[in-house]
Protein backbone atom coordinates (compact mmCIF):
# COMPACT_ATOMS: atom_id res chain seq x y z
CA UNK A 1 0.00 0.00 0.00
CA UNK A 2 0.76 3.66 -0.17
CA UNK A 3 3.64 4.74 2.12
CA UNK A 4 5.68 7.58 3.08
CA UNK A 5 8.91 8.02 4.79
CA UNK A 6 10.03 10.85 7.03
CA UNK A 7 12.92 11.85 8.06
CA UNK A 8 15.11 12.24 10.39
CA UNK A 9 13.52 10.03 12.76
CA UNK A 10 14.61 12.17 15.26
CA UNK A 11 16.23 15.60 15.81
CA UNK A 12 17.62 17.68 19.06
CA UNK A 13 18.62 21.18 18.27
CA UNK A 14 19.65 24.31 20.08
CA UNK A 15 17.03 26.97 21.13
CA UNK A 16 17.30 29.15 18.13
CA UNK A 17 18.62 26.80 15.66
CA UNK A 18 16.42 25.75 12.35
CA UNK A 19 15.23 22.75 12.07
CA UNK A 20 13.88 20.60 8.44
CA UNK A 21 11.46 17.49 8.28
CA UNK A 22 11.38 15.56 4.72
CA UNK A 23 8.50 13.53 3.86
CA UNK A 24 8.84 11.17 0.64
CA UNK A 25 6.86 8.85 -1.06
CA UNK A 26 7.09 6.38 -4.23
CA UNK A 27 4.15 7.55 -5.78
CA UNK A 28 2.50 11.16 -6.82
CA UNK A 29 0.38 12.48 -4.08
CA UNK A 30 -2.76 14.13 -4.88
CA UNK A 31 -2.32 16.23 -1.40
CA UNK A 32 -0.54 16.02 1.94
CA UNK A 33 -1.28 17.48 5.26
CA UNK A 34 0.90 18.04 8.31
CA UNK A 35 -0.01 17.99 11.95
CA UNK A 36 1.85 18.64 15.01
CA UNK A 37 1.69 16.17 17.99
CA UNK A 38 3.25 17.85 21.59
CA UNK A 39 4.32 15.14 24.04
CA UNK A 40 1.44 13.67 25.65
CA UNK A 41 -1.10 15.34 23.54
CA UNK A 42 -2.98 14.57 20.43
CA UNK A 43 -2.19 15.12 16.53
CA UNK A 44 -3.24 18.77 15.60
CA UNK A 45 -3.69 20.02 12.08
CA UNK A 46 -1.50 22.14 10.77
CA UNK A 47 -1.56 22.80 7.23
CA UNK A 48 -2.83 21.27 4.13
CA UNK A 49 -1.10 21.52 0.33
CA UNK A 50 -2.25 20.26 -2.85
CA UNK A 51 -0.81 22.69 -5.66
CA UNK A 52 2.78 21.27 -7.28
CA UNK A 53 5.72 23.70 -6.15
CA UNK A 54 3.29 24.78 -2.97
CA UNK A 55 4.77 26.84 -0.32
CA UNK A 56 2.52 27.97 2.48
CA UNK A 57 4.07 29.96 5.47
CA UNK A 58 3.13 30.13 9.21
CA UNK A 59 5.37 32.51 10.98
CA UNK A 60 8.61 30.80 11.43
CA UNK A 61 7.16 27.32 9.48
CA UNK A 62 7.65 27.09 5.89
CA UNK A 63 5.42 23.87 4.05
CA UNK A 64 6.60 23.11 0.72
CA UNK A 65 5.27 20.42 -1.56
CA UNK A 66 7.45 18.97 -4.00
CA UNK A 67 7.37 19.80 -7.85
CA UNK A 68 6.74 16.22 -8.73
CA UNK A 69 4.13 16.13 -5.52
CA UNK A 70 6.04 13.02 -4.66
CA UNK A 71 7.77 14.89 -1.42
CA UNK A 72 7.13 17.69 0.99
CA UNK A 73 8.79 19.44 3.53
CA UNK A 74 8.62 21.44 6.66
CA UNK A 75 11.08 23.83 7.85
CA UNK A 76 11.29 26.00 11.26
CA UNK A 77 13.16 29.09 11.64
CA UNK A 78 14.70 29.38 15.16
CA UNK A 79 13.75 26.88 16.66
CA UNK A 80 11.84 27.48 20.44
CA UNK A 81 11.42 25.64 23.33
CA UNK A 82 7.35 25.63 22.13
CA UNK A 83 8.15 24.04 19.15
CA UNK A 84 8.79 20.74 20.50
CA UNK A 85 6.78 17.65 19.40
CA UNK A 86 6.35 15.18 16.72
CA UNK A 87 5.32 16.54 13.43
CA UNK A 88 3.66 13.69 10.64
CA UNK A 89 2.97 14.07 7.80
CA UNK A 90 0.22 12.57 6.13
CA UNK A 91 -0.86 12.26 2.42
CA UNK A 92 -4.31 10.99 1.30
CA UNK A 93 -4.84 7.87 0.83
CA UNK A 94 -5.66 6.51 -2.92
CA UNK A 95 -9.24 7.66 -3.85
CA UNK A 96 -8.93 10.69 -2.47
CA UNK A 97 -11.63 9.79 0.28
CA UNK A 98 -10.11 11.72 3.25
CA UNK A 99 -8.74 8.82 4.84
CA UNK A 100 -5.30 9.74 5.84
CA UNK A 101 -1.79 7.77 5.58
CA UNK A 102 0.53 9.15 8.70
CA UNK A 103 4.12 8.71 8.28
CA UNK A 104 6.16 7.48 11.10
CA UNK A 105 6.45 11.21 12.64
CA UNK A 106 9.61 13.34 13.43
CA UNK A 107 10.42 13.98 16.99
CA UNK A 108 12.29 17.67 17.43
CA UNK A 109 13.53 17.97 20.70
CA UNK A 110 14.93 21.97 21.95
CA UNK A 111 17.42 22.41 24.22
CA UNK A 112 16.65 26.06 25.43
CA UNK B 1 -18.28 24.25 20.79
CA UNK B 2 -17.86 21.81 18.92
CA UNK B 3 -15.57 18.94 20.09
CA UNK B 4 -14.70 15.35 20.16
CA UNK B 5 -14.08 12.80 23.06
CA UNK B 6 -12.86 9.72 24.20
CA UNK B 7 -13.32 7.71 27.23
CA UNK B 8 -12.05 6.00 29.19
CA UNK B 9 -9.02 8.10 29.19
CA UNK B 10 -7.20 5.33 30.92
CA UNK B 11 -7.67 1.57 30.77
CA UNK B 12 -6.55 -1.43 32.23
CA UNK B 13 -7.71 -4.79 31.20
CA UNK B 14 -6.89 -8.52 31.17
CA UNK B 15 -6.22 -10.76 28.19
CA UNK B 16 -9.20 -12.17 26.78
CA UNK B 17 -11.41 -9.52 27.82
CA UNK B 18 -14.08 -7.65 25.26
CA UNK B 19 -12.96 -3.86 25.84
CA UNK B 20 -15.38 -0.89 23.88
CA UNK B 21 -13.40 2.66 23.78
CA UNK B 22 -16.11 5.21 22.94
CA UNK B 23 -15.88 8.29 20.85
CA UNK B 24 -18.08 11.08 19.89
CA UNK B 25 -17.96 14.22 18.14
CA UNK B 26 -20.51 16.90 17.98
CA UNK B 27 -18.56 18.02 14.90
CA UNK B 28 -21.80 16.33 12.58
CA UNK B 29 -18.51 14.79 10.44
CA UNK B 30 -19.28 12.02 8.88
CA UNK B 31 -16.05 10.48 8.42
CA UNK B 32 -14.27 9.25 11.39
CA UNK B 33 -11.64 7.14 12.37
CA UNK B 34 -9.27 4.80 14.81
CA UNK B 35 -5.86 5.09 15.06
CA UNK B 36 -3.29 3.64 17.41
CA UNK B 37 -0.01 4.76 18.03
CA UNK B 38 3.14 2.64 19.00
CA UNK B 39 6.13 4.04 19.52
CA UNK B 40 8.32 3.18 16.20
CA UNK B 41 4.97 3.31 14.35
CA UNK B 42 3.58 6.71 14.13
CA UNK B 43 -0.13 6.70 13.66
CA UNK B 44 -1.57 2.82 11.80
CA UNK B 45 -5.44 3.22 11.01
CA UNK B 46 -7.88 0.62 12.28
CA UNK B 47 -11.46 1.27 11.44
CA UNK B 48 -13.06 4.28 9.57
CA UNK B 49 -16.51 5.16 8.60
CA UNK B 50 -17.89 7.83 5.74
CA UNK B 51 -21.22 7.52 7.54
CA UNK B 52 -23.93 5.67 9.15
CA UNK B 53 -23.55 2.32 8.77
CA UNK B 54 -20.49 2.39 7.20
CA UNK B 55 -17.76 1.09 7.92
CA UNK B 56 -14.37 -0.24 6.62
CA UNK B 57 -10.99 -1.54 7.60
CA UNK B 58 -8.04 0.14 7.74
CA UNK B 59 -4.31 -1.46 8.20
CA UNK B 60 -4.51 -2.91 11.33
CA UNK B 61 -8.35 -3.91 11.95
CA UNK B 62 -7.28 -7.95 12.65
CA UNK B 63 -8.69 -7.94 16.83
CA UNK B 64 -11.00 -5.06 16.27
CA UNK B 65 -14.67 -4.11 15.49
CA UNK B 66 -16.66 -1.08 15.12
CA UNK B 67 -20.19 0.09 14.56
CA UNK B 68 -21.54 3.26 13.27
CA UNK B 69 -25.40 3.79 13.78
CA UNK B 70 -25.63 7.07 14.48
CA UNK B 71 -23.26 10.40 12.93
CA UNK B 72 -21.84 11.52 16.66
CA UNK B 73 -20.41 8.02 17.92
CA UNK B 74 -17.83 5.49 16.32
CA UNK B 75 -16.92 2.98 20.02
CA UNK B 76 -13.94 0.55 19.08
CA UNK B 77 -14.43 -3.10 20.44
CA UNK B 78 -11.81 -5.17 21.20
CA UNK B 79 -13.18 -8.46 21.18
CA UNK B 80 -10.54 -10.77 22.80
CA UNK B 81 -7.86 -8.09 24.13
CA UNK B 82 -4.17 -9.23 23.79
CA UNK B 83 -1.18 -7.33 25.00
CA UNK B 84 -0.15 -6.57 21.35
CA UNK B 85 -3.21 -3.92 21.94
CA UNK B 86 -1.77 -2.63 24.39
CA UNK B 87 -1.59 0.81 23.03
CA UNK B 88 -2.85 4.76 22.88
CA UNK B 89 -5.67 4.88 20.49
CA UNK B 90 -7.33 7.88 18.95
CA UNK B 91 -10.81 8.77 17.50
CA UNK B 92 -10.82 11.68 14.65
CA UNK B 93 -12.85 12.72 12.99
CA UNK B 94 -13.40 14.92 9.62
CA UNK B 95 -15.89 16.88 7.35
CA UNK B 96 -15.40 15.21 4.40
CA UNK B 97 -13.50 15.35 0.81
CA UNK B 98 -13.17 19.01 0.71
CA UNK B 99 -13.15 19.78 4.72
CA UNK B 100 -10.65 16.34 5.66
CA UNK B 101 -8.21 18.23 8.43
CA UNK B 102 -8.91 15.84 11.22
CA UNK B 103 -9.38 16.74 14.78
CA UNK B 104 -8.31 14.36 17.45
CA UNK B 105 -9.65 13.49 20.33
CA UNK B 106 -7.22 13.78 23.56
CA UNK B 107 -6.65 9.62 23.62
CA UNK B 108 -7.23 6.49 25.38
CA UNK B 109 -4.19 4.52 26.89
CA UNK B 110 -5.02 1.12 27.01
CA UNK B 111 -2.64 -1.64 28.65
CA UNK B 112 -3.69 -5.16 28.86
CA UNK B 113 -2.14 -7.10 31.18
Known amino acids: GQQVMQIPQYQHVQEGEDFTTYCNSS?????IQWYKQRPGGHPVFLIQLVKSGEVKKQKRLTFQFGEAKKNSSLHITATQTTDVGTYFCAPYGSGNTGKLIFGQGTTLQVKP | DAEITQSPRHKITETGRQVTLACHQTWNHNNMFWYRQDLGHGLRLIHYSYGVQDTNKGEVSDGYSVSRSNTEDLPLTLESAASSQTSVYFC????????????FGPGTRLTVL
Open chain 1, 27 to 31: TTLSN
Open chain 2, 92 to 103: ASSGGYRNNEQF
